[in-house]
Nanobody, 125 residues
């Protein structure tokens, strides 16, 4: 499979917001994929931030982002979004979306889909 394409990152001050988008890049809708958002801070391992099941499936959030991030599906075009609010400097990192298995403990990346390029989120004053 081809990797998904992430967009929407940028530089934002603490307390600010960003909206990340995940698309197939080929026009393919993501409705029938469970999608996980992962992030990797400088010098740290990649970690799961959020996950959404197929169609209108259940959502999962890491404790560190719960109440600030919202994952959703765009009914119009089949993309998946991650709304980032009340951003903190520790949210800085590269954010990736990928087909995943959404479990109670968080997303597990699908072996059949490679990582994409990611989108950089930098939270700094």
């Amino acid at each position: 499979q081809v990797p998904l394409v992430e967009s929407g990152g940028g530089l934002v001050q603490p307390g600010g917001s960003l909206r990340l988008s995940c698309t197939a890049g080929t026009g393919r809708r993501l409705d029938y994929y469970a999608i996980g958002w992962f992030r990797q801070a400088p010098g740290k391992d990649r970690e799961g931030a959020s996950c959404i099941g197929k169609l209108d499936g259940a959502t999962w959030y890491a404790d560190s982002v719960k109440g600030r991030f919202t994952i959703s599906r765009d009914v119009a075009d089949g993309r998946v979004h991650l709304q980032l609010n009340s951003l903190k400097p520790e949210d800085t990192g590269v954010y990736f979306c990928v087909a995943a298995l959404c479990e109670d403990s968080g997303p597990t990346k699908s072996d059949s889909m490679p990582w994409g390029q990611g989108t950089q989120v930098t939270v700094s004053s």
